[in-house]
Nanobody, 124 residues
Framework: QVQLRESGGGLVQAGGSLRLACAAS????????MGWFRQAPGKEREFVAA????????DYADSVKDRFTVSRDNAKNTVYLQMNSLKPEDTAVYYC?????????????????WGQGTQVTVSS
């Protein structure tokens, strides 16, 4: 069982930056690939970014590529999402997810554990 807790959300002006963090419980964090998803009001959840178990590989949605960076610190059981050049359309609840099984990382169903989410609001 893994518990995930996101933090770092808030209100920021367009063009600004935020850094989300997701702290995981347990001693097997390095065995999980990790992902970030988001859900805006009235919209479906969408993939944002993912990172491999040791951080050697990452993947991004086209909408955030070159603006967002996913990273992890396995010694701290934490995964991060650095968000730069934020736009109003980035406003959403952001969720951190863990995949212990391997395979794909672009769908919510690929993951076994997820957190409660953190709100990100970007004002124009």
């Amino acid at each position: 069982q893994v518990q995930l807790r996101e933090s770092g959300g808030g209100l920021v002006q367009a063009g600004g930056s935020l850094r989300l963090a997701c702290a995981a419980s347990g001693r097997t964090f390095s065995s999980y690939a990790m992902g970030w998803f988001r859900q805006a009001p009235g919209k479906e959840r969408e993939f944002v970014a993912a990172i491999s178990r040791i951080g050697s590989g990452s993947d991004y949605a086209d909408s955030v590529k070159d603006r967002f960076t996913v990273s992890r610190d396995n010694a701290k059981n934490t995964v991060y999402l650095q968000m730069n050049s934020l736009k109003p359309e980035d406003t959403a609840v952001y969720y951190c997810l863990a995949n212990p099984r391997g395979g794909g990382l672009r769908y919510w169903g690929d993951y076994t554990y997820w957190g409660q989410g953190t709100q990100v609001t970007v004002s124009s």
